[in-house]
């Protein structure tokens, strides 16, 4: 059973640039939550996806967008990209229809932006 | 608003000692509280959880038990080993929402 994966594993991209980012859910899963996790610090929550809408949202500007796909995988996308952009970012999955909840994680995408 | 406040690392310790990490919260109601952890390179994994107050949440010789009077889930286990080197959050998710909100991490490092 395969867990979260999440693609790519690192990326360098330059100020100004757009970005995006994939994940696909554990296998059973039908909700995506997405994280920034900045160097030294707690992950910090972007938003959830959950029926192909945007469910909830965190304290992150409008360059920040998603998408979930009909398959429950989702992407990140990041216009204008800051220096400050450069970190961690978490994808996670869970269980709405089941009512469960929990989130598992995958390994993340190292975005570096120069 | 919600938050999590975790004990500043980073903690060192030799292997079998006894290991507690602090966590406390502000949140209304009643929220889930979690412990993950994170290796060297890799993601989170969820070490243990407890939904409601006095519940005690065990996994790996790793236990925290949820203290509403004093709005604490601190983690702790008996004996570490070298292998527990990792980064520790606290995290909560409130009765309202589905995010998880997190603490800023307490790194362990234990030594042979």
């Known amino acids: 059973d395969a867990g979260v994966t999440q693609s790519p594993t690192h990326l360098i991209k330059t100020r100004g640039q757009q970005v995006t980012l994939r994940c696909s859910p554990k296998?059973?899963?039908?909700?995506v939550s997405w994280y920034q996790q900045a160097l030294g610090q707690g992950p910090q929550f972007i938003f959830q996806?959950?029926?192909?809408?945007?469910?909830q949202r965190g304290n992150f500007p409008d360059r920040f967008s998603g998408h979930q796909f009909p398959n429950y995988s989702s992407e990140l996308n990041v216009n204008a990209l800051l220096l400050g952009d450069s970190a961690l970012y978490l994808c996670?999955?869970?269980?709405?229809?089941?009512?469960?909840?929990?989130?598992?994680f995958g390994p993340g995408t190292r975005l570096t932006v120069t | 608003g919600n938050s999590v406040t975790q004990m500043e690392g980073p903690v060192t310790l030799s292997e079998e000692a006894f290991l507690t990490i602090n966590c406390t919260y502000t949140?209304?109601?009643?929220?889930?509280l979690f412990w993950y952890v994170q290796y060297p390179g890799e993601g989170l994994q969820l070490l243990l959880k407890?939904?409601?107050?006095?519940d005690k949440g065990s996994n790996k010789g790793f236990e925290a038990t949820y203290r509403k009077e004093t709005t604490s889930f601190h983690l702790e286990k008996g004996s570490v080993q070298v292998s527990d080197s990792a980064v520790y959050f606290c995290?909560?998710?409130?009765?309202?929402?589905?995010?998880?909100?997190f603490g800023k991490g307490t790194t362990l490092s234990v030594s042979s």
């Open positions: 996806y959950y029926e192909e809408e945007e469910r």
């Open positions: 949140a209304t109601g009643y929220p889930s």
């Open positions: 407890a939904t409601k107050a006095d």
């Open positions: 996670a999955s869970s269980s709405t229809g089941q009512g469960t909840y929990e989130q598992y």
């Open positions: 296998s059973g899963h039908d909700t």
């Open positions: 995290a909560l998710r409130d009765q309202a929402g589905t995010a998880l909100i």
